[in-house]
C-alpha cells in the first residue's frame, strides 16, 4: 500500500506559482503606491499595494480566477456557486463569465449595493438569503442540489489561497526590501497565500494581520490556540466578518507573526486618508491596514519598531459613495 | 554681429528630456490603469494615465519640479512666486521646499479647500486674492516686488512645459501602441509638453483637448487661428478656466489635432466612472478626457474611428469628497 504524503497546510509555494502562471494572463498586475506625507505621519516608509485596481475592484479575482481555471471541463459545466457579502461573489461571477458558464450567487440582503452591483454587471445570479451565515451557506446549498454546481468557498479552498498569494509574488518583486506585510483578516484566505508565498520567498519577512474590534475572532483564535467563532459581529468592515476556516487557520496559527485590532474609526479616519492623500477610493475592510500602522498598539510595540518598510494590502475598493461621505461626516 | 537662431516653440524633444533627468528621482512614475468595462462602454481600449497619484495629487509637480530645480542658487535664493487655483501652487509649494526656498502663493478665494490646504501641506505662503485673473497676477506681481523672488507662471513658461511633457516620455514607453492623447487643456501647459514630446517620439500619434463648453477659448482660438480669450468662464472645473499664453498657443495652434468640448454634466459622470469603476479620486479637470471619449461628438466623429488605444491623462485627483458627492446628487 502507497503512503501519501500529508500536505500540511492547504497551499504552498509551488501552488501559488502555478496559480500566477495560471491566471497572470487574466489579472490585473496592480500598481504599489507611496505617499512622503503617508510616511511622515506613519514615521515608516509605506507601500501600497492596491488591489482596490485588481478586476472587480478587490483581490479576491485573484483567488476565484485560480478556483473556476482549475476545475476541468467536466467539473466547470453546470456552474459555479458561493455565497459572499459581495467581493467574492463578483469575482467569481467574472472568472464563471471568462470560462464561458453559469455562476450563482447567495448574496445576504445587507451587502453593500455597488458590491451587488458588480455581480449583476459580470453576469452572476443573485439569490438572496438572509444575512447569517447559516443562511448563506443553507441558500447555497440549495442551490448547488438543484443546478449540480461546484461550490466555490470564498476563502477555505486552497486553489483559492494558493490565488491570492499571487500578490506577494507581484509586490516582493515591486518591492523586495518589505521588513513586514499587513493584510486585513476575515475567512484567512487572503493572508494565508500572502503569507505562505512571502514567507518562502523571505523567510524574514513578517505578517501581520488587521482585524476590527468588533469582528475579533482572529485576535482570540490566536490567544485561544484553537478557532474561535464569535456569536455576533460588529463592524463598519462589511468584508470582514467571516471566520477562520479549517484551512486557513493553520496557516493564520503558524505563519501570521500578530494580529492588530483597530476601532471602527480608526478605519474610518484611514479611509479618509486613502481618499484625500492618495486618492484612491477604498472599502473599509480595505483601509485596515492603514489603520493598524497608525495605530498606538503598532507604534508603540517595541517588536514592530525595526519594521521600517512596510507593505500593505489596500485589499479592495467597494464602497458606495454616498456611505463613504455619510461615515467621515459623523 | 551674430544671428541667433529663433527656437519655434518653449521647449521640445531635448529640453523636456532634461527636464525628466532633472526631476525623475523627485517625481512618482506614475501607473496606468485600464479597465475592461470602460472599454466596453466606450469601445476602445483606453489606458488612464493616473497624474492624480503624482505628488500633490497632480501632474503640476513636473513642471514646477523643473522650473525651480532649473533656477541658479542666486535666483533661487529669494523664492517662488505664482497665482494659481491650487494645483500649481501646491506643486510650487512642494518644490521650493525641496529646495529650501520660500513660495509664496497668490490664491484665488474660490479655489478648493484642499488644494489650499494642499499648499499649505507643503508650507507655502498663501496670500488671498480676488477670483478675476487680473486680481491674481496683481496680487502676485506686488509679493514679487515686495520679496525679490522669481514669479513662475503656471503654464506660459518653457520650464514648466518642459516638465509636464515629461508624461509622455513615461507613456509611451509604458504603452507603445497608443493611437492617441486625450488631454485636458485650459492655459495650454500641460498639452503643449505632452504633443511635443509624443509627436516627436511618435508623428503618426494624435493629441485631443478636451475642454468645457463653458471655458471653450481653446476651441474658439483654434476656429480662429489666433488667441481668443473669454469674459468669463463658466464650468465646474475649477483647473480648466485659465486662457492659453503666448508660449502654449502656437504648440496647440500646430500640435493639437482637434479639440472636444463636453458639458459639465458629462464630466460629472466621468467622476461618477472614475470612481466607481477605476476606484480613483479624480476632480472635475482631471476626469474631462474621460469625459470627451464617450462624448457622442468623438464617438460619431469619422476622424477618430480608428483611434482604437485610447490615452487619457487623469491630470489630477484634488476634490473635496462632500463637493464630489454633492455632484453626484444633483
Known amino acids: 500500500m502507497e503512503v501519501k504524503e500529508v500536505k500540511k497546510y492547504a497551499a504552498d509555494i509551488s501552488s501559488i506559482k502555478?496559480?500566477?502562471?495560471?491566471?497572470?494572463?487574466?489579472?490585473?498586475?496592480?500598481?504599489?503606491?507611496?505617499?512622503?506625507?503617508?510616511?511622515?505621519?506613519?514615521?515608516?516608509?509605506?507601500?501600497?499595494?492596491?488591489e482596490c485596481f485588481q478586476k472587480g475592484g478587490a483581490f479576491k479575482f485573484r483567488g476565484a480566477c485560480n478556483a473556476v481555471l482549475s476545475l476541468d471541463d467536466d467539473q466547470a459545466a453546470k456552474g459555479v456557486v458561493t455565497h459572499s457579502s459581495g467581493n467574492h461573489a463578483a469575482a467569481l461571477s467574472l472568472a464563471a463569465r471568462l470560462r464561458g458558464i453559469p455562476a450563482y450567487i447567495a448574496v445576504p440582503k445587507n451587502a453593500p449595493k455597488c458590491k451587488v452591483e458588480n455581480v449583476?454587471?459580470?453576469?452572476?445570479?443573485?439569490?438572496?438569503?438572509e444575512v447569517t451565515m447559516q443562511s448563506r451557506e443553507s441558500v447555497a446549498s440549495k442551490v448547488l442540489q438543484e443546478t449540480g454546481a461546484v461550490l466555490l468557498h470564498p476563502y477555505n479552498d486552497g486553489r483559492i489561497i494558493s490565488g491570492q498569494g499571487t500578490i506577494s509574488l507581484e509586490l516582493l518583486e515591486q518591492?523586495?526590501?518589505?521588513?513586514?506585510?499587513?493584510?486585513?483578516?476575515?475567512?484567512?484566505?487572503?493572508?494565508?497565500?500572502?503569507?505562505?508565498?512571502?514567507?518562502s520567498i523571505n523567510p524574514a519577512i513578517r505578517i501581520l494581520a488587521a482585524e476590527p474590534v468588533g469582528a475579533n475572532d482572529a485576535a482570540q483564535s490566536k490567544a485561544?490556540?484553537?478557532?474561535?467563532?464569535?456569536?455576533?459581529?460588529s463592524t463598519v468592515a462589511d468584508g470582514l466578518r467571516?471566520?477562520?476556516?479549517?484551512?486557513?487557520?493553520?496557516?493564520?496559527?503558524?505563519?501570521?507573526?500578530?494580529?492588530?485590532?483597530?476601532?471602527?474609526?480608526?478605519?474610518i479616519e484611514a479611509m479618509r486618508l486613502c481618499y484625500e492623500i492618495l486618492k484612491v477610493a477604498i472599502e473599509p475592510s480595505g483601509a485596515i491596514g492603514l489603520a493598524a500602522v497608525l495605530s498606538n498598539s503598532f507604534r508603540n510595540n517595541p517588536t514592530w519598531q525595526d519594521c521600517k518598510n512596510v507593505g500593505i494590502i489596500l485589499s479592495g475598493g467597494n464602497v458606495d459613495l454616498g456611505v463613504l461621505w455619510d461615515s467621515f461626516r459623523k
Open 18 to 50: 502555478e496559480a500566477h502562471k495560471r491566471i497572470n494572463s487574466y489579472i490585473h498586475k496592480t500598481p504599489v503606491l507611496s505617499s512622503e506625507s503617508l510616511n511622515a505621519i506613519s514615521g515608516r516608509s509605506l507601500f501600497f499595494k492596491c
Open 120 to 129: 449583476m454587471r459580470y453576469g452572476g445570479q443573485v439569490i438572496w438569503s
Open 175 to 199: 518591492v523586495p526590501q518589505l521588513d513586514c506585510i499587513i493584510v486585513p483578516i476575515s475567512g484567512g484566505g487572503l493572508i494565508s497565500g500572502v503569507a505562505l508565498a512571502a514567507k
Open 224 to 233: 485561544a490556540g484553537r478557532i474561535i467563532t464569535l456569536p455576533e459581529t
Open 242 to 267: 467571516a471566520f477562520l476556516g479549517d484551512l486557513t487557520w493553520p496557516v493564520v496559527r503558524d505563519f501570521v507573526d500578530d494580529v492588530i485590532t483597530v476601532e471602527d474609526k480608526q478605519i
